[in-house]
């Protein structure tokens, strides 16, 4: 399909694997350079999105510090909940497809198993209660029959940044390296969540309505320690991985124990599925080494 897709959040892991993905659409990246999100008012984003005449509008963009977000709540709320509003209102006056990138953050993971869309949300930061109201804005919008899809993903990593990035310093600089082991989540390729966010832009501008929803896109469910041994496993050097608590690393935002996502509702509607977790290590670590 030969669409011209716009891209907030040029920066960050989804827009850079976005960029990079292998797609008839023209992916067009839009950073800080050209708008910053954080001190745009609607207006401005409305404007900007009519002079870049996108065919299609996909929200990599967010606060995603989740630590500091706890004393910088005003900035944090601009771009996780503000932002994708206004984008939002912007693209459904418009009659333009949009497509949003949120967060298992906002769950508090106790419930005990994966995940499902239309489980209760109760963010436990303020990352994820941002990001939350952000998702409610535009869940209203879609309830008025605009071309909106949200995508929830979940600990993204890729080349170059994040967990990933720090758990392949750590091997090659420490013997032993402490990973918080009760911690769960679903680790997923920001490669993989750039297909899913390109996929439902598709459907969108085909005007599928199956597409117009709050989907998950993540990748199989996985503890931070066990994350960190997988990371390890593909290293020169393999240090002593000792599983600590949570408890014992104490930060200021409070984390959900348990946010694995359930992706079935994407793989029975468009065929999405994440890798496993060693075959995207694999291929991530190899299109760094690539680049080198």
């Known amino acids: 399909m030969s669409a011209r897709v716009l891209v907030f959040g040029a920066s960050g892991q989804v827009a850079r ?27 401005a984003i409305a404007e900007f999105i009519d002079a870049a005449a996108p065919d299609a ?6 606060y995603t510090a989740v630590d500091r977000a706890e004393q910088e709540v005003e900035a944090c709320g601009r771009l996780n909940r503000d932002a994708p509003s206004w ?14 990138v949120s967060t298992d953050y906002v769950f508090d993971g106790e419930k005990g198993a994966p995940y499902v869309e239309d489980d209760a949300t ?70 993989g969540c750039a297909d899913a966010a390109l996929t439902l832009a598709a459907a969108l501008l085909d005007r599928d309505p199956a597409a117009a929803r709050l989907f ?13 041994e997988a990371i390890f496993a593909l290293a020169p050097r393999q240090p002593r ?19 694995r996502l359930c992706s079935a509702r994407l793989e029975a509607g468009f065929g999405w599925r994440a890798p496993p977790l060693a075959e995207a290590l694999a291929a991530c670590l190899g299109a760094a080494e690539a680049r080198a």
């Open 17 to 43: 694997a976005l960029a990079a993905a292998r797609t008839p659409m023209t992916v067009t990246l839009a950073g800080r350079d050209r708008l910053d999100l954080a001190a745009a008012a609607a207006p």
């Open 57 to 62: 509008v996909i929200n990599a963009a967010a």
């Open 87 to 100: 984008i939002g209102e912007a693209c459904a006056r418009r009659d333009i497809p949009f497509v949003h």
């Open 122 to 191: 109760g963010p436990l930061n303020v990352y994820g209660r941002t990001k939350a109201e952000g998702e409610h804005a535009l869940q209203a919008l879609m309830a008025a029959d605009a071309r909106i899809a949200v995508i929830r993903t979940a600990w993204v990593f890729a080349p170059g940044g994040g967990f990933l990035d720090a758990m392949w310093r750590a091997a090659a600089e420490r013997d032993e390296v402490l990973v918080v082991a009760d911690q769960w989540g679903s680790p997923t390729p920001a490669s």
């Open 216 to 228: 998950h896109a993540a990748g199989a469910g996985a503890s931070r320690a066990d994350f960190a």
């Open 241 to 259: 991985l000792r599983r600590i608590a949570a408890a014992d690393y104490p930060a200021a935002a409070r984390r959900p124990r348990d946010t």
